[in-house]
């Protein structure tokens, strides 16, 4: 059964740093889209970074960042574990939210870049809550 784990919130102050994971397992699909989304209460669910797992990528890249984060975020995976991770610098208070990752293997690299996927598959989230 796919499954998908994340760890790795907490909380810390304006300015400091966080690294998630995602760990999948039984994901075995040759392409997908899989990110991080973040959930704030009483704020629509957003997408916060993408990456994709192909073969064909958007522009020569693989990674895809909402405007609020670029500069500051970085996701990466490593193939070998399946594991996702999302390295958080220079948090903020609006970063608070719970994070979760998501997969979705029928997205392709355009509309995983532009954040349009479907994700069929989520893990249970972690929070982050950073303090001004």
């Known amino acids: 059964q796919v499954k998908l784990e994340e760890s790795g919130g907490g909380s810390v102050s304006a300015g400091g740093s966080l690294r998630l994971s995602c760990a999948a397992s039984?994901?075995?699909?040759?392409?997908?889209?899989i990110g991080w989304f973040r959930q704030v209460p009483g704020k629509e669910r957003e997408g916060v970074a993408n990456?994709?797992?192909?073969?064909?990528?958007?522009?020569?890249?693989?990674?895809y960042y909402t405007d609020s984060v670029k500069g500051r975020f970085t996701i990466s995976r490593d193939d070998a574990k399946q594991t996702l991770f999302l390295q958080m610098n220079n948090l903020q208070p609006e970063d608070t939210g719970t994070y979760y990752c998501?997969?979705?293997?029928?997205?392709?690299?355009?509309?995983?870049?532009?954040?349009?996927?479907?994700?069929?598959?989520w893990g249970r989230g972690t929070q982050v809550t950073v303090s001004s």
């Open positions: 039984e994901y075995t699909y040759d392409s997908y889209c």
């Open positions: 990456f994709y797992v192909g073969q064909v990528y958007v522009d020569g890249k693989r990674t």
């Open positions: 998501a997969a979705d293997p029928g997205c392709g690299p355009s509309y995983c870049s532009q954040f349009r996927c479907s994700p069929n598959t």
